[in-house]
């Protein structure tokens, strides 16, 4: 008996690097997605062929985490055994159109896709929200990466062209309607980048620092006025902690705009996000920078970074009909840069 699931990547449109550290956030899901179809097996062997990778991944269970494009697989179904959704290895084949390193979740989604897929071999009763928390255990305690929740409760839950609002303190969400009139467009920057390599976990290590100055685990909860009145930290520390608290409140407010449709406002909060992320959270990189400013000077109602940061997609919010000239013509100036995925209304 084999099962064989489908997730989406996704784009974070607005609310980033806050999902630890308490913070709303609304990620949508994508048309690009990953498949993969699990077929267990009698011995502790994890064989994984995908269509990414020339070579076929053969690993045991025993194997740590080392770098490797398979250790998502091995450290899904090590998660899969803890759980109790499988007894031993498995053969696994997995096609995906979610580039990698783009900051589109292609790792949440195949742990979120096996986790699922083993799921369904087990007939266990384990909802979605599990399943992405267990995810994210995956992540943090076997790859290594101390990511957030974001990801794998977009991939997990979302249907392809689909927002939600996500509460990443009680993991809350409810779907949220785009306006017809525009498209969240996601354009790869050509710099790709690692949650790996060690940025991210530098900025989240900041956060923590912020935390126990401040005092809470809710970052995004504190007044503007006590981050900027607080004696007890370094500036670094007091833009970490202004970028969480003003990201959250755009991201309020980014809700409130779609809700009544108002455009221009959502346009604005994406470009205010990206100047916060470039100078409070310094997650961006220059050539990033240059492709927000141009797909906003081309047309675009706002435009920011989105993902892990330092490279990978930025989203871009334009009209439907002005698209595919602005497109053309930002991709003109920007050579390296490619289309990913648009999202539109349903
Ligand atoms: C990565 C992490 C998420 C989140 C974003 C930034 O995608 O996996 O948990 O922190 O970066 O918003």
């Known amino acids: 008996m084999s099962a064989t699931v489908t997730s989406p ?14 913070g709303l956030v609304l990620p949508a899901a994508l048309s690009v997605s990953l498949t993969a179809t699990v077929t267990p097996r009698s011995d502790d062997r994890v064989n994984i062929v995908a269509d ?10 025993a194997d740590e985490a080392h770098g490797s494009w398979s250790d998502p697989a091995v450290g899904a179904m090590r998660e899969a055994v803890a759980m109790g959704l499988m007894k031993a290895g498995a053969d696994i084949t997995i096609t995906s159109s979610i580039p990698a390193g783009a900051g589109l979740s292609s790792s949440a989604a195949l742990i979120v896709t096996l986790l699922k897929a ?16 267990a995810a994210r255990r995956v992540e943090n305690e076997y790859i290594g990466v101390p990511c957030g929740i974001m990801d794998q409760m977009a991939v997990a839950v979302a249907k392809p062209g689909e927002a939600i609002a996500l509460d ?18 996601v354009i790869h920057s050509g710099h790709s980048r690692a949650l790996i390599d060690g940025r991210y976990a530098a900025l989240k290590e900041e956060c923590d620092a912020a935390k126990a100055a401040f005092g809470t685990a809710n970052l995004c909860q504190l007044a503007l006025s006590d981050v900027e009145a607080a004696t007890n930290m370094s500036d670094t520390i007091r833009r970490r902690t202004r ?3 003003t990201e959250n409140l755009r991201v309020h407010a980014a809700i409130e705009a779609l809700a009544t449709s108002n455009v221009a406002k959502m346009g604005a909060l994406m470009s205010e996000s990206h100047a916060s992320m470039r100078d409070d959270f310094e997650m961006s990189i220059p050539p990033v920078d240059a492709l927000v400013s141009d797909a906003a000077s081309l047309g675009a109602v706002g435009a920011r970074l989105t993902g892990g940061g330092f490279g ?3 989203v871009a919010y ?16 920007h050579p390296k840069a490619r289309f990913i995925d648009a999202v539109t209304a349903g």
């Open 318 to 333: 334009i009209d439907r009909e002005a698209r595919a000239v602005w497109l053309k013509d930002l991709l003109k100036r």
């Open 243 to 245: 970028h969480c608290v």
């Open 52 to 61: 990414d990778y020339a070579e076929a991944g053969s690993r045991s269970f």
């Open 9 to 22: 990547g996704r784009v974070n449109l607005i609310g980033e690097h806050i999902d630890y550290n308490g």
């Open 168 to 185: 990443t303190h009680t993991l809350d969400y409810r779907v949220v309607a785009l306006p017809p009139s525009h498209e969240m467009v």
């Open 118 to 133: 083993t799921r369904t071999l087990s007939g266990a009763q384990v909802t979605d929200t599990e399943i992405a928390i």
């Open 312 to 314: 990978g997609c930025i």
